[in-house]
């Protein structure tokens, strides 16, 4: 079956800086890939995705890249707010006629002002 | 729109009792999906249920867990002689299709807490 990992398992930045999470998955077949954040006892929020047949996808301070060959892909955020400092979660998915996620380990992003 | 609602927010067991965990979709929504989150851990898929069917529980442990999702109500993901090691976050989504053209909506989750 499918395995996502993600790394790091910790990142820390300052405000301004960017964070780059990255994760890698194991089946080629997987095609759709939602990054979630979520901060301390709330629920996962989808914050942006990506299907397989775009490369990148931006929306504002967020992006998200794939690399199809590679098998991973990458959340970037700029100009960094205390505000961002939550566990990130990047998610795979293969298409067999319905969506079953797999999650990777998540990333705890801290922002320091 | 109410978005998915969960109920109780806490939940808490003592060994050997039952957990009842609901799960209420969004409106016009007939898939439902239960995850489990484990303290410092990722999501883990457990059951996806269309109503009136399960439709995939190759997540579900085994032993003392079941889920429904009726004709009417909400679905419900029901735990049997609860041990220590169920404790844990379990987020419901929902979603009007299957097509992998919609994000996951997940509820607020029941925390549940076995001591």
């Known amino acids: 079956g499918e395995n996502v990992e993600q790394h790091p398992s910790t990142l820390s930045v300052q405000e301004g800086d960017s964070a780059v999470i990255k994760c890698t998955y194991s089946?080629?077949?997987?095609?759709?890939f939602p990054w979630y954040k979520q901060e301390l006892g709330k629920r996962p929020q989808l914050i942006i995705d990506?299907?397989?047949?775009?490369g990148e996808k931006k929306d504002q301070r967020i992006a998200v890249t794939l690399n199809k060959t590679a098998k991973h892909f990458s959340l970037h955020i700029t100009e960094t707010q205390p505000e961002d400092s939550a566990v990130y979660f990047c998610?795979?998915?293969?298409?067999?006629?319905?969506?079953?996620?797999?999650f990777g380990t998540g990333t705890r992003l801290l922002v320091s002002p | 729109n109410a978005g998915v609602m969960q109920n109780p927010r806490h939940l808490v067991r003592r060994r050997g009792q039952e957990a009842r965990l609901r799960c209420s979709p969004m409106?016009?929504?007939?898939?439902v999906y239960w995850y489990r989150q484990l303290p410092e851990e990722g999501l883990k898929f457990m059951v996806y249920?269309?109503?009136?069917?399960?439709?995939?529980e190759s997540g579900m442990p085994k032993e003392r867990f079941s889920a429904e999702f009726p004709k009417e109500g909400p679905s419900i993901l029901r735990i049997q002689q609860v041990v220590r090691g169920d404790s844990a976050a379990y987020f419901c989504a929902s979603s009007p299709g299957t097509a992998t053209n919609y994000g996951y909506t997940f509820g607020s989750g029941t925390r549940l807490t076995v001591v």
């Open positions: 990506i299907r397989s047949n775009v």
């Open positions: 998610a795979a998915s293969i298409d067999t006629g319905f969506q079953k996620l797999v």
């Open positions: 249920l269309q109503k009136e069917n399960i439709i995939d």
């Open positions: 089946d080629s077949a997987s095609n759709y």
């Open positions: 409106k016009g929504h007939s898939h």
